[in-house]
Structure formats: C-alpha cells, structure tokens
C-alpha cells in the first residue's frame, strides 16, 4: 500500500464529511430540524436586535393586548411584548442547554472513559451506580436538589441538570471505549508507551465523537424543557426571562388572554422537536448504532 | 447460574441499591449551602436568641454530622416515621396516606392507557410500514414525544374546560356536591380526564415508538417467515407469533416508565391542582418543607426501585432465552 500523502487524506476527509453531508439530506426530517434549531440559535444570539420591544418594560395601558399589528403575539398582564419575551427566552434555553451538555459530556466521559478503558471491578461499580441513577425519575430529583436553594440561579440549575443527566453519556462513553480499546492502533499507543490519560484522551475519544454528538443534541432538547418545566413550577430562576415562567403567567388568565400561555409553550414545543430531529437526522448521517 | 440464584441475587442486591438511592436523595438535599433551620424560619418568625435555635438544631438532629443525620433519616424512613412538617407540624406519613392513593389512580390508568394506545398503534404502524398511515403514527409520536406536558395540560385546559366548558381544572372531586356512590365516581372521573390525558401522551407515543421498531424487527427474522410460509393466516402470524415477541422490550422498560410517568405526574397534578402526592411535593418545593420533600420523594423512589425489581424479575421468568 502507498503511504498517504497530506494533501490525499485531506480529500478523503473531505470525502467522507460530503457523504454524512449527503445522508444527512437525504431525509427531510432532519433538514426541518436542522433548520428549526439554526432558528432558534439565530434568535438566541440577536434577541436584543430583533425584538420589537424591551421584554421588561413594563406598559400597565397596553396590558392584555390581544394579538395585533402592534404586538404580533400580544402583551401580558403588565403590558409586556410576549414575542419579544419568547426571543429573549430563547437566551435563557440555550444557555441551560449549553451548560448542562457541557457538564454531562465532562462527567459522562470521565466516568465512561474509566469505566470502558479499566474494566473489571472499577467498571462493575461505577455501571452499577450509573444504572441506579438511570431508573430515577430525573424531573423529580431535579426538584429535590433546587428546593434548598436560596437563590435559583440559571447556572445553579443547569450544573444541577448538567450532574443528574449524565448517565446515557456515561454509557455511551464506555461501549465506544470497549470498542476501540482493543483496536491495533491503541495497543500500538500503549506499546510505544503513551499513558492512559493521552491514549483516551487523543486516540480513543475523536473515534467516539459521533455518539457524543448525536446523544448531546437530543440531551439539550431535554434540558430545554426541564428548565422550562421548573420555571414553570414556581422552581427556577425567577429573575429569568423563561418560556416557562410565561406559560404559567398565561395560566391563570386562560380565559381573558390565551395568547400569553400558548405561544411560549409553542416556543418551546417547536424547539424540542427541531432538536429531536436534528439529532434523528445526525443519528443516520453519522451512522451512529441506534441504540441512543 | 440457574434462575432461582438469579432472582435471590436480584432481591440481595435491591438493599445496596436501595441505599445508594436514598444517599442520592439525601445529598441531593443538601447540595444547597445555608442552615436548614435558617429555612425553617425565613423572614419575620425568626427567633434571635441564638441559644433558641441552638436548641432547636439539637432537637432535629441538625447538630449532627451529615452522615450519622443520613442513617437516622433512613432507619427513622424504614419505620414508617417520616418526621413533621415545618408548615403545619402534621407528621409526614400522615400526609401522605391522605393523598397516596389519587396519585396511584392517575400513575396507574395513565400507565394502562398508554401501553393499549401504544401497542395498538405500535402494531398498526408496524404492520402498515412506509405507508400513509405509518408516517402520520410516527410524526404524530414524535409531535406527543417531544410535546412539553405542562403546555399540553395548559391547551387541554384552554380547549376542554375555558372554551368548550365540558371538565374541570381543579381538584378530583367537586367541593361540597352531595352525590350518591356512583354519581361519586362519575365526579372523579370527570376530574381526572384531563390530568390523565396529559399525562399519558407523552408515554404512549414513547410507546408506540418502541413497539414499532421492536415489532419491525421480529416481523424480519426467520421464524415469521416459517410462520407464513406454513401458511397461517397473516393475523395469526402478526398478535400470535410476532407481538408476544415485540412486546419483550415494553415489558424491560417498565420499571424505566414507571419512573417517567412518575415524574410527570408531579408537573401534572400541580397544574390541574390534582391533591396527590405530585403537587403534595411541588408545594412543600415551594415552601422549603424539608421533612415532607424527603419522605415523599423517597418514597416515589422507593416505588420506582421495587417496579424495577419485579421487571427484573418477570423478564427472568417469561424469556426463556436470558443466560445468566
């Protein structure tokens, strides 16, 4: 066999990002959720150049304002601009998000990664322990662990989702490890006598990036709607502009304004599932076994 | 290893499972920094004395390092004795009774409903695959998957009860109607139709999702083939031979949906203020009632652990094919 030059293998990579590229299109489905997520990040970042009012200004002679030119999705109770509301409540979700995934990848992979490449008893109690956390339900610990808290900030609560939800990582993590511990190229590492840390770190880990990625997309859109589900209790952070903290203002007024739950809530919904999509879709581009 | 050992093994571990689980709730409890007792009086009731809130650190055991207050919760929870609530100084256990068994009535039907939409609708899609019907099943799960159940107990509201005026939002029973035993129940039921709605949803297009792709692949191994081969009739082939087998992973996992539907019973409940243990725990949430958060939510675990274990144990005894 030729050895390969740079500048082939850099083709070959090419290559192969065109023919996720071509999977991925393929289905229409992960294209809408694709697109849906873009929009939202989109939204995320310009939310201070884009919403028609200032979500806090308080306007007590527009309140409940029904949908309009004025105020597209109406006003709530103390007159404030809901569509401008759901803009900067797309801050506050992806900055859960980001966090929280951010930390299950950190623990799932130290834990996975210990698990998968040390094997034995190591790997027996620390399985052990991520299954029990597996079966409990994540809602409710969640609101176990904020209840004590005095101030509920936004970072609070998403390293608190970031250290229930990790387990999945965790799994997903070690069965990749166990995959490609025994593949030649590592045992060539531990040959030329890498240690364990640089041999997880810079040969396994890259090969295991795919299930990451899928797994770490579909954990944000939960993520997204526990935030929500807490704000929404009466549990999260109450200086927060939440989709849930605007839904459970709607709730009591169902009756004189509608819009102030239901367009938040479809905020959300929209969101969830455009996630849901994206990480479908990169489940069959990235030919990740589905078992996520 | 035979079956029997297996299943004793099974029931030895629970207690080590057991105990992890409830130091998880435990710490849990006490990831937030600051003195529980500082809780127990925030704003005007606080006494000043510093002697006072000493004494009362001793009484609840506060004074003690948290683990030696970790065995005395568990062992005190073991007998039944879930101590007092801060709010109304009632014991905990009492509460609970008071409410367990209207959370167990909406756990319970949501948990049957869901398993009849999704096997039914798991089946059909299955059988029907890339046609109409199947994408219309499998986007519609999707959508009730994906659905933010506090949203969706919030338009069941808006559509069923504000506009169209046919249920209630609140309560399980109507205050103060003097009803006969059947008019009783018909009450209840009315009360619990959009509760239960909402929270079946989401599990039953879980369900249906899983009992498609299961279902897809029974249908393509061998034996189905066998099956219709020999000439059987194509439903004979699809409830007998195939769906006894598809439903294998509906049986692993319902431990994991006990656990899920748990979980949204307590959003649910406090949305349609359903007086269950749910709403019991958000409301105590609120108020920082340490003592009836943990007697309650251990003991939701408690149930989700035991339903685990009795999964365990029924996937033993029905498939003859684990090894272990």
Known sequence: ???????????????????????????????????????????????????????????????????????????????????????????????????AVTIEILIGILIGG???????????????????????????????????????????????????????????????????????????????????????????????????????TLDAAYYILYEATLSFLGLGDPTAISWGILVSRGQGVLQRAWWIATFPGLALFITTLGLNLLGDGLRDALDVRSRI | MGLRSYIIRRLIMFFPIFLVSSAIVFSLMHLAPGDPVELMFRGAGKPTNPQIIEEIRERLGLDRPLHEQYFIWIINFLKGDLGYSYLNNRPVSQLIIERIWLTVELVLLSEILALAIGILLGVTAAIKKNTKIDALLTTTSLFGYCMPSFWFGIMLILIFAVKLRLFPTFGAVTPGATLDFWGKIIDNLRHLFLPLMT????????????????????????????????????????????????????????????????????????????????????KSALARDYPVIMGTSMLIVLSVLIANLITDIVIALIDPRIKY
Request: some cysteine; overall charge positive.
């Open chain 1, 1 to 99: 066999m030729k050895p390969v030059k740079e500048h082939e293998y850099k083709e070959r990579r090419i290559g192969r990002i065109y023919a996720m590229w071509r999977r991925f299109k393929r289905n229409k489905a992960s294209i809408v959720g694709a697109i849906i997520t873009s929009i939202v990040v989109l939204i995320a970042i310009f939310a201070p150049l884009i919403s028609p009012y200032n979500p806090k200004t308080l306007n007590y002679e527009m309140s409940y304002h029904p949908p309009s030119k004025e105020f597209l999705l109406g006003t709530d109770s103390l007159g404030r601009d809901i569509l401008s509301c759901i803009f900067w409540g797309a801050r506050t979700s992806l900055f859960v998000a980001i966090i």
């Open chain 1, 114 to 216: 210990i698990s998968g490449y040390y094997g034995g008893i190591v790997d027996e109690i620390l399985m052990r322990f991520t299954d029990i956390i597996l079966t409990l339900p994540t809602i409710l610990l969640l609101i176990v662990a904020v209840s004590m808290f005095k101030v509920r900030s936004l970072i609070v609560i998403a390293t608190i989702m970031g250290i229930l939800g990790w387990p999945w990582m965790a799994r997903i993590v070690r069965s990749e490890v166990l995959s490609i511990r025994e593949q030649p190229y590592v045992e060539a590492a531990r040959a030329i006598g890498l240690n364990d840390l640089l041999i997880i770190l810079r040969h396994i880990l890259p090969n295991a990036m795919s299930p990451i990625i899928v797994l770490a």
């Open chain 2, 199 to 282: 929270l079946t949803i989401g599990m039953a297009a879980w369900y249906v999702r899983l009992v498609r792709s299961s279902m897809l692949d029974v249908l393509n191994m061998d034996y189905i083939k066998t099956a219709r081969a020999k000439g059987l009739k194509e439903k004979v082939v699809i409830y007998k031979h195939a769906l006894r087998n598809a439903l294998l992973p509906v049986v692993t996992s319902f431990g994991l949906s006990l656990g899920f539907v748990l979980g949204g019973a307590v959003v649910i409940e406090t949305i349609f203020s359903w007086p269950g243990l749910g709403w019991l725990i958000v």
